[in-house]
């Protein structure tokens, strides 16, 4: 699956998607994806915020996440 | 209502009031977000704007939604600006017409406080010697 990352993420991660074959086991749930991104770039979890988008919507850690969806990673926002 | 919500290369300041007149409307409140020369006592240079151009409109447009629930509009605009911009361009411009002038002012208010709080827009100050993406300090 394709992760999506933006803004510092994208600094830390050092590109703007990453392709997760097999360290990541699917179905999972939001907040344990967000825990594996976290144990990967330990920097992401310095941030004073990180949400997940699951196909363009702000998602919850009990959400479920399958290999088909479209997840971004969403640092702390900055615009207006 | 209508709503009209768009992530653009450069913002069109006119736009706002030949957008937002409506028969109904005897009030229009827009705010023009735009880039200052400085953040704490540092002089910036430009800023760049970077988004999650699907979920941005999206957010954008629940935001004018739930505005449109708190307050009786007849119209809501909500554009935000991509890309590199130089001090004095503008990079945001949110508005709403109603029919007396509390709901507008407050509902603009709302939309530009919203919309800093959760549309997925990144920005990276351009200092003389550093460039930092902006991130809230815990």
Same mark, same amino acid.
């Given at each position: 699956?394709?992760?999506?990352? $933006? ?26 994806? %967000? ?16 949400? /997940? ?11 479920? &996440? ?15 | ?6 992530? &653009? ?5 006119? /736009? ?31 800023? $760049? $704007? ?26 809501? /605009?909500?554009?935000?600006? &991509?890309?590199?911009? %130089? &001090?004095?361009?503008? /990079? ?23 919309? %800093? ?13 550093? %460039? ?7």
């Amino acid at each position: 699956m394709r992760i999506l990352f $933006f803004g510092i993420a994208k600094d830390i991660v050092g590109k703007a998607t990453v392709e997760f074959q097999n360290e990541i086991q699917f179905p999972i749930q939001v907040g344990a994806l %967000k825990a594996e991104l976290i144990k990967k770039f330990p920097a992401l979890g310095e941030l004073s915020s990180l949400a /997940i988008a699951l196909n363009s919507h702000y998602a919850t850690d009990d959400m479920s &996440v399958s290999a088909q969806d479209e997840i971004a990673l969403i640092p702390p926002v900055s615009g207006g | 209502m209508d709503i009209n919500i768009k992530i &653009v290369s450069e913002i069109d300041t006119t /736009i706002g009031y030949h957008y937002l007149a409506h028969e109904e409307s005897g009030g229009h409140s827009i705010f023009i977000g735009s880039v200052r020369n400085s953040t704490q006592n540092e002089t910036v240079h430009e800023l $760049f $704007f970077e988004a999650y151009e699907s979920m941005a409109l999206l957010e954008m447009e629940k935001i004018a939604k739930e505005a449109s629930q708190k307050w009786n509009l007849q119209k809501v /605009i909500m554009h935000h600006a &991509v890309g590199t911009k %130089k &001090v004095k361009e503008p /990079i945001v411009l949110v508005g709403a017409s109603s029919a007396h002038r509390e709901a507008c002012f407050e509902a603009c208010r709302f939309l530009i406080d919203t919309l %800093k709080e959760r549309v997925p827009i990144w920005k990276k100050e351009f200092f003389e010697n550093k %460039k930092v993406w902006v991130t809230p300090h815990p």
